[in-house]
Nanobody
Framework: QVQLVESGGDLVQPGGSLRLSCAAS????????MYWVRQAPGKGLEWVSA???????YYSDSVKGRFTISRDNAKNTLYLQMNSLRFEDTAVYYC???????????????WGKGTLVTVSS
């Protein structure tokens, strides 16, 4: 069955960096779009970044220029490099497998349990 396991969350000071990882199994990782999404305390789910099966990347305006999504298909692993972290980046971060129709992303059909990133001084 599909499994997504996030790791790498931690407490970090503003301006610091973290790299999140997501280990994927149970599906052919290399052919799917993947998302990172996050949920801040008391708020709804927010899309952060996407990467397609060709390696093209997409970012929300709130993280563009600070975060980098990448994938290693040989390791079935998705990454999110987060730099210049801000207080407002505090959230549980989830990786998600994306359902695609005619090559375009539709919605998330599986996601992990998340990893907590806390940005605090």
């Amino acid at each position: 069955q599909v499994q997504l396991v996030e790791s790498g969350g931690d407490l970090v000071q503003p301006g610091g960096s973290l790299r999140l990882s997501c280990a994927a199994s149970g599906f052919t990782f290399s052919i799917y779009w993947m998302y990172w999404v996050r949920q801040a305390p008391g708020k709804g789910l927010e899309w952060v970044s996407a990467i397609n099966n060709g390696g093209s990347t997409y970012y929300s305006d709130s993280v563009k220029g600070r975060f980098t999504i990448s994938r290693d298909n040989a390791k079935n692993t998705l990454y999110l490099q987060m730099n210049s972290l801000r207080f407002e980046d505090t959230a549980v971060y989830y990786c998600a497998k994306v359902r695609v129709d005619y090559g375009l992303p539709i919605d998330m059909d599986y996601w992990g349990k998340g990893t907590l990133v806390t940005v605090s001084s």
